[in-house]
């Protein structure tokens, strides 16, 4: 039962997103061999394999909503400081209004970078699924590359938070072994591509658990 090219109504490929390099100069044809007997063994068409996948764009809007929410509280602490000093002292005249300026200028402050945040942050993020690994790509000022071998995977999820859930979004979490007790996710995807996706990586990191033990 071979998994047909059903990625071809997924989101483009991530422009700016590249799979890194083998290591290996010169063709490792033993290992490129195996990693494709895993994957026909899985039933996973190659014509999906090591194309880089970027997130959907609605996550963006998820993340600016969960910097807004931050910044209200960030908001209401501010103007609470800023009334509490200029009772006590004379740095802040005006009172309740002078204080909710400050807390506005905090909000509207910590709002502006989330947005420049989720823009910059959508823009870092792919995945790519290998033969023998996942691969994911992201970071603002850290850029951060993680490899994920199939034979470590414990066991997939997807999850769906209440604001996920209204937008239409869904995350993928991968546990590893000997992680203790951290986790790798996918956010930003629909619930079909990320259902998709742990179906396709399940049936993986099986195959390759079989090819390791051989």
Sequence with gaps: MSDSSDDATDDPPAATASTPPDESEGGDNDADDGQSSVAAAAGIDTDVLDVPRELASTVRLQWVIGSALGAIIVGVVATGIA????????????????AATVGGAAFALLVLVGVVRALLLYRSWSYVVRADSLYLSRGVFTRVRTVVPYVRVQHIDTTRGPLERVLGLSTLVVYTAGSRGADVTIPGLTPERAS?????LERLAIESDEADAV
């Design 83 to 98: 009334f509490g000093v200029g009772s006590e002292t004379a740095l802040l005249d005006g009172g309740l209004e002078s």
């Design 196 to 200: 998709k996706l742990q179906e396709r």
